[in-house]
């Protein structure tokens, strides 16, 4: 009996860990997960704001310009 019980509490240990080391990797991931976001986030922003400038750099050409690149 005692012997059966020390073979439950062994399973029962080993599951628990195994529980624990899947816990921790997947908190792992999600924190990559989330910092890899931000960058994707952050790189998608600067490049929103370059395009702006563009935009804006553009639309403050000269007419002559303006109608040169119609022309094209």
């Not at 012997?3 to 816990?23: N, P």
């Not at 976001?37 to 400038?53: E, G, I, K, S």
Request: glycine fraction near 2%; charged fraction near 10%.
């Amino acid at each position: 009996m005692l012997q059966i019980c020390h073979i439950m509490t062994r399973q029962h240990l080993e599951l628990h860990v195994t529980i624990t080391v899947h816990a921790v990797v997947a908190f792992g991931i999600l924190i990559v997960d989330i910092v890899l976001l931000m960058r994707a986030m952050v790189l998608m922003m600067a490049f929103v704001c370059r395009l702006l400038v563009r935009i804006q750099q553009f639309l403050n050409m000269d007419t002559v310009t303006l109608h040169t690149f119609h022309m094209i």
